[in-house]
């Protein structure tokens, strides 16, 4: 099993920036990347695209002094997360420069050092950096009880009455949830996403030519269409790059588009890989295993039908027309 906190490390100082891409290049390149990650493991992918997620929002949002405070302990093997889920009933809140109150899927709580947390503010959410070795939280691991993505360690974290300097808060209420960026940067968790699809196709592989069945035309069939699939899934995320820095009309529908057709490819690749390998890949030792339940849990993000509803929006008001 792989560390994922080194891990996570070694795939930061494969960045060509911390900050947000500035051209199509850099975007690509960075989503690369994540594919990478996702395609490694997909637990890494999640805690790792949550570490590049923060450092672009201080990058964006942060004075210079709060770039830098995190760039050195991301440098000196810090790990960041973003938790914004409010836990229901007692959501985190600042009172007084306090924090009370909770975050519900933190991931990678007790293993990461700095956290993004949101609290409600006037004018919108108001994003704070907590220093978790100075302002640790309570976590609750008994939440996290899932099939998949157990590795990531997404609990229930709480404060209470935890001292914030007035240094922690970054940029002003509202900057979390600013478009294109908010909704965009579901383009990096798909990119991720489309790795983890890609490691089906490797794992089946290997373990058809393993058992010697590749000869067999139906799972050679197989293969062929999980590779349909893969590129289906990592061509929409591409496409979604190329448009990020054209027609802003178009920009968030592309990632809509992305969105749906990871989703989509995703489910149908599973059903596949599990037809092809059969019972094995249901046995915990088996790489399939792992990689089937993980996926299926990371598949499941918020809103995909209203992912599909902006994308059928797009097409229907001539926004978004297929090409080649």
Known sequence: MIDLAFTIGEQTRALRTLHDPS???????LLRVLFAAGRKDLPLG??????????????????AEQRTRLVDAVAAGGIVGVWNADLPGKPLVLKEGRLEGGKSFASGAGMVTHALVTVEGNGGRQLILVDLVRTPPTI?????????????????????GDH????????????????????????????????????????????????????DPHQAGRLADLYGLAETASGSVRNAAKGWFGDETTRLPLVSAAR??????????????????????LFVSHPLAATITDLSMYLRQP??????????????????????
Not at 23 to 29: N, T
Not at 188 to 202: K, M, P, T, Y
């Open 23 to 29: 051209d199509q290049e850099a975007l690509l390149h």
């Open 46 to 63: 999640r805690l790792f695209e949550g570490q590049v997620d923060a450092l672009q929002i201080v990058s964006r949002y942060g004075s």
């Open 140 to 160: 609750d691991r008994k939440f996290w009880q899932v099939i998949g993505m157990q590795r990531s360690e997404t609990h229930i974290v709480c404060w209470d």
């Open 164 to 215: 914030i300097r007035p240094n922690d808060l970054i940029g002003q209420p509202g900057d979390y949830v600013r478009e294109p960026w908010f909704s965009g940067g579901a383009m990096r968790f798909a990119a991720v996403q489309a790795g983890g699809i890609a490691a089906l196709v490797d794992q089946t592989r290997d373990h058809l030519v393993a058992t010697g069945r590749t000869d």
């Open 260 to 281: 749906t057709a990871v989703y989509d490819a995703g489910g149908r690749a599973l059903a596949l890989a599990q037809e092809a390998v059969g019972v094995s890949a």
């Open 303 to 324: 809103g995909p039908d209203a992912q599909r509803m902006r994308v059928g929006a797009a097409v229907a008001s001539g926004v978004l027309n297929p090409s080649l």
